[in-house]
């Protein structure tokens, strides 16, 4: 008990259990969760126009995804399987750039040679930021290597498989990519 409390004129009290209050609680807590989510989507410049079937269908399809300090969370050239909006935390955003390597073994971003990736600066990604849009559109690999720093890192996921079922697909002119955010800071 906090605090005790003293009438000091006659008073009608409605009461009710711990268990009760929380089992009431429960529900609210998951529509003010969904509700997030609904504004979160209609946020990102890629949602926006969904009709509200698909939006309240991706809305319901996104779930909290919990990274450890340093977890690696995409990896370039690993399969695109998730999109991602942080929720809580910061990460290190690589995005691998192409460049081709000249036989004597230097490289160059143009001229003969075999293709190859080189990952660009670090940005920091906080509160909002997205990655993982190469399954938004249809890539079959990631573009990015993105790592969880400065402790936990929480993210709302949604799968490739959710977007293919919808039958939505990100234009390549929609791309989300963190220079030039839609939502999120970089440092």
Partial sequence: RAANCTALTDVKCLVISQIQFNV???PLT???????RLRLLRCLSAFRHLDPMKESRLADAM????????ARITTVDEPASTFYVLKSG????????PFTTR??????????GRPARRLSSVKVLTNSGTFGVEALMGLPVYHTDVT???GEVQCFAIDRTVFEELGLRLHPSMSM??????GGSRE
Avoid: K, M, Q
């Avoid at 998951?30 to 997030?36: A, I, S, T, V």
């Avoid at 779930?63 to 340093?70: K, L, M, S, Y």
């Avoid at 910061?90 to 750039?97: E, Q, S």
């Fill in 90 to 97: 910061r990460v290190h955003y690589n995005r691998a750039r």
């Fill in 63 to 70: 779930r909290i995804v919990t990274f450890a300090e340093d």
């Fill in 103 to 112: 036989a004597d073994g230097s490289s160059s971003p143009h001229g003969p």
């Fill in 30 to 36: 998951e529509l003010l969760e969904r509700n997030l």
């Fill in 24 to 26: 009431l609680l429960g």
């Fill in 177 to 182: 990519d963190p220079a030039a955010p839609p």
């Fill in 148 to 150: 969880a720093i400065a």
